[in-house]
């Protein structure tokens, strides 16, 4: 599977989403980290799943925003950036999240046919 990107950003794409992961599984869990990868036609797909604390419903719609942040230490740039790079590329990236269950990030990029 070959995709065209910026290596360099598809690091910081990756650690940025895997790092949210980890951060929101608490102490009281045993944390579980799932990446999936696979091909559907002409896009390749990135999962990453955590049973993490979720995201709050009222704070869903705000993710992606620049400067919004869940976390006391947290700028609030990582998935902006993360997106921005993401759509760079001809990609989407969208969330499924379950309130103390877990959220999955779902990364779709076209694959370099």
Avoid: C, W
Avoid at 48 to 70: A, M, Q, R
Avoid at 96 to 103: A, F, H, I, S, W
Wanted: zero cysteines; a neutral charge.
């Amino acid at each position: 599977v070959h995709i065209k990107a910026d290596k360099d950003q598809f690091v910081r794409v990756f650690n940025n989403i895997i790092k949210n992961s980890i951060q929101a599984i608490t102490s009281e869990r045993v944390g579980k980290i799932e990446i999936k990868i696979f091909t559907n036609k002409d896009k390749v797909h990135v999962t990453v799943s955590d049973n993490g604390v979720g995201i709050d419903p009222s704070k869903e719609g705000k993710i992606f925003v620049p400067y919004f942040t869940t976390k006391s230490n947290g700028t609030g740039l990582g998935l902006a950036m993360v997106k921005q790079i993401i759509e760079n590329h001809h990609g989407t990236i969208d969330f499924e999240t379950v309130l103390d269950e877990g959220t999955t990030f779902e990364v779709i990029l076209p694959l370099n046919l």
